[in-house]
């Protein structure tokens, strides 16, 4: 199993960008998908998750600008960024894990078994 993120890049405050995680190795159609971010010197924290029946749930900090949605083959989950803030600078992550999550499980990275190598996101003031 593989997770390849892009689309990461370098935008002002209030830009938009969309990130993608293609994944291959197998069918994804039963995962839960979702977006962690890590900026320097702080810990990996939960961005948003698809469950596989289509549910969505976003951490506080980003709810209402940011979307997480899936293509029709499954195996692209993307994360739409809008009305970026300086604080959403981080490098993001994708993961992936072949069962459902309680809510509570999705906001952890023990819940995830699979992981992408990450893009970076810089937004500037």
């Known amino acids: 199993v593989q997770l390849v993120e892009s689309g990461g890049g370098l935008v002002q405050a209030g830009g938009s960008l969309r990130l993608s995680c293609a994944a291959s190795g197998r069918t994804f159609s039963t995962y839960t998908r979702a977006w962690f971010r890590q900026a320097p010197g702080k810990e990996r924290e939960f961005v948003a998750i698809?469950?596989?029946?289509?549910?969505?749930y976003y951490a506080d900090s980003v709810k209402g600008r940011f979307t997480i949605s899936r293509d029709n083959a499954q195996n692209t989950v993307y994360l739409q960024m809008n009305s970026l803030k300086p604080e959403d600078t981080a490098t993001y992550y994708c993961?992936?894990?072949?069962?459902?999550?309680?809510?509570?499980?999705?906001?952890?990275?023990?819940?995830?078994?699979?992981w992408g190598q990450g893009t970076q996101v810089t937004v500037s003031s």
């Open positions: 993961a992936a894990v072949p069962r459902a999550l309680t809510t509570a499980q999705a906001r952890g990275v023990l819940g995830y078994d699979y």
């Open positions: 698809r469950w596989s029946g289509g549910r969505t």
